[in-house]
């Protein structure tokens, strides 16, 4: 379902290339889970953000179900992410002056699909948080800006989620409750999931990690 081919990525910091990727070749298939470990620096965040279309590779290319895209211009990569990837993050992103139900309904508005509203209080409740719709971010917890987070980047029913260190900001107990919410999601819907992770108990997760170091991703 993901397909990445012969990538190469390089950051230019002043008259100096900063080499990522230089021949990176991956796949993952449908409703796979896959962990992707690695020390600081080796890239992680870059492959996320080449996966989601944010970066673009300087050659290779990436496919997300046979679609490719190195011919789409910025906008059709924008529409097509929002279509497509839900995003978990570390730090939740949540937009503060909207409230649980109105965050959670944000990418429904952008990909236009039918009964956002509907849909947004049935996730709200399947993470626990009927209570909650209408509280600001500022007005929950750690644990529960995350399952705001969740519900949010599965009311599209995207094809692929991209989680970056989701339960890294919350203590232990929140933060393996946020992540089986989000197994129990995934698998229910039978989304695939790239999960980056300094934590080999999060890895476990997934059916498959994989090391990201000097540029290549290597099977644990
Ligand atoms: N916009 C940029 N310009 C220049 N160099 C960059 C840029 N973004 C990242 N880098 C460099 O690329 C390398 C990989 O960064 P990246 O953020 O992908 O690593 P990471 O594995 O996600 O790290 P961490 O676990 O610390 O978040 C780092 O050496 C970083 O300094």
Redesign the pocket.
Known sequence: MLQIKSLKKS???GSQE?K?FEDLNFHVKKAQRVAIM??????????L?LISGIIKPNAGDILLDEVSYKNMNESEVNDFRASNIGFVFQNFHLVSYLNALENVMLPAKVCNISNPKEKAIELLKSVGLEHRIEHLPSQLSGGEKQRVAIARALIHNPKLILADEPSGNLDEETGIAVMDKLFELIKKNNTTLIL?T?SKEVAARCEDTYE?SLGKLNKC
Do not use: A, E, M
Not at 38 to 47: A, H, I, R, Y
């Open positions: 950051y230019t910091q900063v990522i690695g020390k600081s620096g080796s890239g992680k965040s870059t492959l953000s980056v300094h990201l």
